[in-house]
Structure formats: C-alpha cells, structure tokens
C-alpha cells in the first residue's frame, strides 16, 4: 500500500502564499501522475494542477499564473506553491498520486486532505 502525507495548509490572508507538499511512502515501484485536487464547501472536487513522470504541468485556468505544481522524484514528493492567494482558493486541497506498486497494477491514492483559509 501507499500512503500520501500532506503538509503546508493553513489560513492566509488575500495576496499571501503557501506551499502545500506531498510525500508519497510504501510499495512504490514508480509513480506517473501527481496531482492536486481542491474542493470547496457545496462545490464539485476539482483538478488544480498536475504534473507527469517528465514534469510536464498542467493548471486549472482558475490558478494560472499563480500556482506551480514540482516534484522531487528521488523523495517522491510533490508541491504546490500558490501565490497570490484569493478567497475563492478557499478549499480542502488533496494530492492524488497515480502509482505503480507491482510490474501490472497501478492505483491512485489521495492524501488526507489539508485545509487552505483565504481570508479577504
């Protein structure tokens, strides 16, 4: 099994920053995708940012220009900056990792979960 430690949120103020980070642990053979995901109170989970084995990204049109997805892959780690941080980025902001454990088998495993406050 895998398991996906987040680390980095909290309550801002509007204009600030954090850095949101995600070890990834356990059976891991290699990891392909790792992704952030966000979702906010009476709103659809949503896909912030992502970003490949070959570090190839990929943002949501809301936090363009704003966030930046990184990975470590020697720590199999991945983080999100996020910068100019507005009240709608309020949300509870989960990594997802897309990991092979065996030759054959690959599964996601999301984190836990940690809670991003944007006050105005």
């Known amino acids: 099994q895998v398991q996906l430690v987040e680390s980095g949120g909290g309550s801002v103020q509007a204009g600030g920053s954090l850095r949101l980070s995600c070890a990834a642990s356990?059976?891991?053979?290699?990891?392909?995708?790792m992704d952030w995901y966000r979702q906010a109170p009476g709103k659809q989970r949503e896909l912030v940012a992502r970003?490949?084995?070959?570090?190839?990204?990929n943002y949501a049109d809301s936090v363009k220009g704003r966030f930046t997805i990184s990975r470590d892959n020697a720590k199999n780690t991945v983080h999100l900056q996020m910068n100019s941080l507005k009240p709608e980025d309020t949300a509870v902001y989960y990594c997802?990792?897309?990991?092979?454990?065996?030759?054959?088998?690959?599964?996601?495993?999301w984190g836990q979960g940690t809670q991003v406050t944007v006050s105005s």
């Open positions: 997802n990792a897309y990991v092979q454990t065996t030759r054959l088998t690959w599964d996601n495993y």
């Open positions: 970003i490949t084995s070959t570090s190839s990204t």
């Open positions: 356990g059976n891991i053979f290699r990891i392909n995708t």
